[in-house]
């Protein structure tokens, strides 16, 4: 653990294949320390994915390109690549649980966020915050 951080804190990149939930605390540990999650996993539904474009601040991976893996990060341009990292860190602040927790778009706002869609359903987009 001594060296894990460090070592993300210090990437461009981080990998982050499917956990047992779908996704792994390598998430959070990316998001936190400021890395861009490389997501590689086919069929995960990622915290507060119905509220968050993780598009916008993440690389997706399919398992089967993950030959390809090294091609697709290579190819993400240096202005992509500063974009990505700009929403990275408004999403970061929004998952820390730092502050008042009842903060706009604070991990406790969003999960009550999240729960009034899955009740409603009657509204389906998703909200970006980069």
Request: proline share 7%; aromatic share 10%; hydrophobic share 45%.
């Amino acid at each position: 653990m001594q060296d894990y951080l460090p070592a993300v804190a210090n990437s461009r990149f981080c990998l982050c294949p499917r956990g047992v939930a779908g996704w792994a605390p390598r998430l959070i540990d990316a998001i936190y320390l400021g890395c861009i999650p490389v997501l590689i996993s086919d069929y995960t539904i990622y915290p507060f994915q119905d509220l968050i474009d993780y598009s916008r601040f993440a690389v997706f991976v399919r398992e089967s390109e993950v030959p390809l893996m090294e091609d697709i990060i290579d190819a993400i341009s240096p202005e992509t690549e500063r974009e990505m990292r700009v929403a990275l860190g408004i999403v970061r602040d929004s998952l820390l649980y730092f502050g008042s927790p009842l903060r706009e778009h604070s991990p406790v706002d969003l999960a009550l966020q999240s729960l009034y869609l899955m009740r409603t359903r009657k509204n389906n987009s998703t909200i970006v915050w980069a």
